[in-house]
T-cell receptor
Framework: SQKIEQNSEALNIQEGKTATLTCNYT??????LQWYRQDPGRGPVFLLL?????KEKRKERLKVTFDTTLKQSLFHITASQPADSATYLC???????????FGKGTSLLVTP | EAGVAQSPRYKIIEKRQSVAFWCNPI?????LYWYQQILGQGPKLLIQ????????DSQLPKDRFSAERLKGVDSTLKIQPAKLEDSAVYLC??????????????FGEGSRLTVL
């Protein structure tokens, strides 16, 4: 069966450090992978999309890598800030047009 | 540009009662989704519409859940009768397809259902 696995344990880091979140998947051949941010009581918000033929993508302090051989994506937040504290969701395209399947998410807490 | 609108934000009902959630997607977004997010889990796709047609409802519990998008714009998700395990946040999302496709799903703030 298809699975998307993210770190189940919360990630606690100190302000200014780099946060690295992991997304592993099985039984998928995704055309792209996306990362979303979700704050408590809010809907997910899109951050980045990386296509299967792209190794790395950057947006401001965010960097995503995509290794289709390892079936893994890494999501990095450099110079992390307390405002980055949230749950980060990994998503892959599903079998039906444009729909996304989500992982459980990883909770990130950045402390001053 | 207005975002995805959902209502109500919160609903508490007894088991076996019915409930309905409403969603108005971003103007011009032909594709609309309903997701269920149980506490501590990621969103799970329930149903996908393209205009007023159903593209995928394979994970919708059809014995109790129904959804419609009659005019290809706003949508309603209904649960009847509700069970305790239906307690979750119901998220509506829409996407711009065709020439303007970026892959980004736009989510509403969700409707939180508590079944007692």
């Amino acid at each position: 069966s298809q699975k998307i696995e993210q770190n189940s344990e919360a990630l606690n880091i100190q302000e200014g450090k780099t946060a690295t979140l992991t997304c592993n998947y099985t039984n998928y051949s995704p055309a792209y992978l996306q990362w979303y941010r979700q704050d408590p009581g809010r809907g997910p918000v899109f951050l980045l999309l990386i296509r299967e033929n792209e190794k790395e993508k950057r947006k401001e302090r965010l960097k995503v890598t995509f290794d289709t051989t390892l079936k893994q994506s890494l999501f990095h937040i450099t110079a992390s800030q307390p405002a980055d504290s949230a749950t980060y969701l990994c998503a892959l395209d599903g079998d039906s047009g444009y729909a996304l399947n989500f992982g459980k998410g990883t909770s990130l807490l950045v402390t001053p | 540009e207005a975002g995805v609108a959902q209502s109500p934000r919160y609903k508490i009902i007894e088991k076996r009662q019915s409930v309905a959630f409403w969603c108005n997607p971003i103007s011009g977004h032909a594709t609309l989704y309903w997701y269920q997010q149980i506490l501590g889990q990621g969103p799970k796709l329930l149903i996908q519409f393209q205009n007023n047609g159903v593209v995928d409802d394979s994970q919708l519990p059809k014995d109790r859940f129904s959804a419609e998008r009659l005019k290809g714009v706003d949508s309603t998700l209904k649960i009847q009768p509700a069970k305790l395990e239906d307690s979750a946040v119901y998220l509506c999302a829409s996407i711009k397809t065709g020439g303007g496709y970026t892959g980004e799903l736009f989510f509403g703030e969700g409707s939180r259902l508590t079944v007692l």
